[in-house]
């Protein structure tokens, strides 16, 4: 292969003798395969036109006028000496820009910025005008002719394979595997099973999921409570049209708090009791509804309330809940109405769960019913 | 340019064998092959130690005679696998960078550094590395910025090369194989890119994971139980982020080196494609040889598109996970959006009708998310993996292509590019569905059921006026070879007859423009037609084939043949008067034409 290539390969000077040849361009690579002919292409058509081969060399300004090259000998320098330029300006930016660490706010990402602005800025330089510098100095100064190799038909000749052939039959011939079934067989059986472990390495990878995405943290007398910033909610606190960001009390003690507060999320809504419809109203307290606030669909927070039309709005894929009609979805991707937490008060006046959810909460999947 | 079969590092090597210390001879054969005769420098003779040293331990005088010359077409499309392939190494040398500092663990931490708001939080390990990166690691903001940039570059260079062969036909026989390493490629650029971008554990990342679990939870049988041993638990967990990371900076850049290098092995085996042109054959590659010419200009490319890539981190912020906090499960993040080759998955996802889930058997079918999120991109690969076959079995071509097609001349092909590109395009948008609607001031609802009906109707209609531009182009082209190009000269004839003069296109314009071969539909074999492979019957296969072909090749215009020329400058029709647009010709002055040619002459 390499050897043919070598060969093969034409310096510009010789290039006019292969080329001024005028082969028709596209039949021309190398003998058809035997046997498979090309009826959509292979028609003769006498009459097509011929290939004028390549072009004369065009010489450029560098070729032609020593001081068009010298001008470029130049503009590269110069290229590269503006690189060396930057690689000192991203130096410098980064012993003298510092960020220290009792600047306020807006001081500290002004500093950053100029930080990452100058030493970014030294970088690019330092980059770019290095790869100017060469691609100019290939465009302008190397030799701009272009060369010609000849291209050879990937297969093999008929020889080759025939060759390949034999040698692969009398291998396989040798290593007897044709006559010795019983060997054949059991190795195919053995790298068939050898894998098994493997997979059952994988096994503890996690817990077998159980009943895990139906549960949640909330019970019956659970309380709620403000998220992020805590504290127990009187429905008193609470005007129509208001929205909380609820979590059950005691979650952050949780033995796994991330995953509890994944499931556990609530929004909380007081709605004029005439809004809700009767569904709604079962699990209400005074026209206090809560919701998951999981989206049904992939699992977003929903979290969008929008007083006038009482919708819910997930940020992800605009799915769109009627909290008045029990938090059906009107509108987007999800197709299952938010679950409601059902809601009383405690004895001392604040709001607890009446229940835990009574359905998994969350993105739909398989074992969900 | 004067000695170009005797490579630098060749020469008397060979025979220097037993001697034992070749460094401090002058006699070296490279010197003397070197440039200009320089025969006895300090440098020269350094040189052909290490050439001789380099060729008795591997034999680098044969890979350089094989190897250093190779000839590379050039065309500036040529470069957008550069990019892909540059930013790739930007990628690997950055991400080195991040891994210094970057812990992947999402044990709680209580932050402590220099941006004051988040100052005391509790957050993980994680998000507060990434912080200190940003903040208190000098030059560790602009890295992590270069580092997602390359990344946005890498997958758009990625597509946009993928295009590029698509539409030049690049992926025909032999290079079927290195398109499928391509789209495997451009699949894991993909993975790799959301892999990353769920690192920081900021409240983005963490819902793009909580989707991420989402889809797993929507397969069938088994979706709970892939969740939960990805997750290593319930979402998010502890072990996800210290998993996500060995794909990330492990498992998926050896794969990508190992495909890469594949790739890169294929175009070289293959030689490289070249556009029709004057003198290129597909029995021959025209072009500039890889050592010095090529080899600098790759090389100087690589340092421009690490530059370009740096100040673009310099200049513009992304990312800036600060802003957004610490994951949390329970804050809303209106407007997120995840990177942008992301967006068609996403805009799919939102466009998804909710009554596409169902429930039977006891069991909750969501295909709401699966067809989206994971047959829609399964079937897309599929289709984009076996394509180069589907060609080749409707034109029955099983020669080697090397000169690529121009894409008005595979009108079908570019209509079916265009139908793709507009279905992936309308994705995209959709993706941004909520943008859009704040932007205009529209109901989201009404953006997103326009949306559906356009991502059904409007790739065929791409189609369509595709095909029709390339057949419309093809013409002009024919045109052009026919009667030659308008050159605003208006003459006026004594018969005061005014018409613009055409002037003849010289003969390698003319060859670009009439090289290619129109496809003949395919007839399927008659019945009683011996020797036609199967001249027993007409089977399925041929009947789909010669469908196929129908579809692909009745349309189309045949280039210009030189009967057909000549015919066309005998009739007078030729190089003289405007013709074919019918602009500034009267149609019954045939004669003042003929005067025209023949004055024109
Ligand atoms: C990591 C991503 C990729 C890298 C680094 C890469 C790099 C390259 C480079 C440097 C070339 C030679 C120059 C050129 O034609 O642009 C090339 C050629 C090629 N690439 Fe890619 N590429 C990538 C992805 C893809 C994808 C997504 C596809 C298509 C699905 C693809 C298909 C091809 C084919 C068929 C060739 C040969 C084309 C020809 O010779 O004209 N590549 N690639
Ligand atoms: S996650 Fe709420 S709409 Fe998709």
Known sequence: MTDDDRRDAVTPQQRQEPDSGNAPAVPAAGPAPAGEPEPPEGQPVPDRFEDPGLPEHRPRSTDRDPRAARRAEFQVAALFSLSVTGTLLALAAYYTVQVEDDLGVAELLGRLRLSTLLLGIGLFLALFCVGAGVVHWARRLMPGEEWTEHRH????????????????????????????????????????????????????????????????FWRAGLHLVRDPEGGRIRPDDLVVGSVVHVMPEGVDEAEHPLEERAKAAVLVIRLDPEDLDQESLGGAHEGIVAYSKICTHMGCPVGLYEQQTRHLLCPCHQSTFDVSRHCQVIFGPAKRPLPQLPLTVDPEGYLVAADGFREAVGPSFWERG | MSVTDEPAATGAGGEEIGVPDGTDRGTGGPSTAGPAGSGGTRTARAAGAVGTFADERFGASRIVRGFARKVFPDHWSFMLGEIALYSFVVLLITGVFLTLFYVPSVAPTTYEGSYAPLNGQQVSEAYASTLRLSFDVRGGLLVRQIHHWSALVFAAAILVHMFRVFFTGAFRKPRELNWVVGVVLALLAIFEGF?????????????????????????????????????????????????????????????????????????????????????????????????????????????????????????????????????????????????????????????????????????????????????????????????????????????????????????????????????????????????????????????????????????????????????????????????????????????????????????????????????????????????????????????????????????????????????????????????????????????TEAAGTTTER
Not at chain 2, 245 to 258: K, N, Q, R, S
Not at chain 2, 422 to 442: E, K, P, R, W
Not at chain 2, 525 to 552: A, W
């Open chain 2, 195 to 591: 892999a990353g971008y769920s690192l920081p554990d900021d409240l983005l990342s963490g819902t793009g994971l909580r989707i991420a679990s989402s889809i797993l939870l929507s397969i069938p049988f088994v979706g709970s139980y892939l969740s939960s041993f990805l997750f290593g638990g319930e979402f998010p967990g502890e072990a996800f982020i210290p998993r996500l990371y060995t794909i990330h900076v492990l498992i998926l850049p050896a794969v990508f080196v190992l495909l890469i290098s594949a790739h890169l092995f294929m175009v070289v085996l293959h030689k490289h494609t070249q556009y029709p042109g004057p003198g290129r054959r597909d029995d021959n590659v025209v072009g500039y040889p890889f050592y010095p010419v090529y080899l600098a200009k790759a090389g100087g490319f690589f340092f421009i598109v690490a530059g370009i890539t740096t100040l673009m981190a310099a200049v513009f912020t992304i990312n800036p996970i600060w802003a957004y906090g610490a994951y949390d499960p329970s804050p809303v993040t209106a407007g997120s959006q995840p990177d942008w080759y992301m967006g068609f998955l996403d805009g799919a996802a939102r466009l998804a009708p909710g009554w596409w889930e169902f429930t039977a058997f006891g069991h909750t079918v969501s295909l709401n998310v699966l067809l989206p999120a994971v047959v829609l991109p399964g079937v897309l690969s599929i289709v984009a993996i076996l394509y180069p076959w589907l060609e080749s079995f409707v034109t029955r071509s099983r020669r080697e292509h090397h000169v690529l097609d121009r894409p008005r001349n595979a009108p079908t092909r570019t209509g079916l590019g265009v139908m793709a590109i507009t279905f992936y395009l309308l994705l995209l948008v959709s993706g941004g569905n909520d943008i859009i609607a704040t932007q205009l001031h529209l109901s989201i609802n009404a953006i997103t059921v326009a949306l559906r009906v356009l991502v059904i109707a409007l790739p065929p209609i791409a189609f369509l006026v595709t095909k029709r531009i390339c057949l419309g182009l093809q013409r002009r082209d024919r045109d052009l070879v026919l009667h030659g190009r308008e050159t605003g000269r208006i003459v006026r004839t004594e018969q005061g007859e005014v018409y613009e003069v055409h002037e003849p296109i010289d003969e390698r314009e003319r060859w670009r423009l009439v090289q290619h071969q129109a496809h003949r539909p395919y007839e399927p074999p008659s019945p009683d037609e011996t020797g036609s492979g199967n001249g027993h019957s007409v089977t399925v296969r041929d009947r789909l084939r010669s469908r196929l072909n129908r579809f692909y090749f009745r349309d189309r215009v045949d280039p210009v043949t030189p009967a057909e020329l000549a015919a066309a400058q005998a009739s007078g029709h030729g190089t003289g008067p405007g013709h074919g647009t019918g602009e500034g010709r009267s149609t019954e002055a045939p004669s």
């Open chain 1, 153 to 216: 038909v990937l297969r093999g000749s008929d020889t080759d394979r025939a060759e390949a052939r034999r040698i692969l039959a009398d291998g396989a011939a040798e290593s007897g595997l044709g006559r010795r079934p019983l060997i054949r067989n059991t190795l195919v059986g053995a790298l068939a099973l050898a894998p098994l472990p493997a997979i059952a390495l994988l096994r503890d990878t996690g817990p077998l999921p159980e009943d895990s995405l139906s549960r949640t």
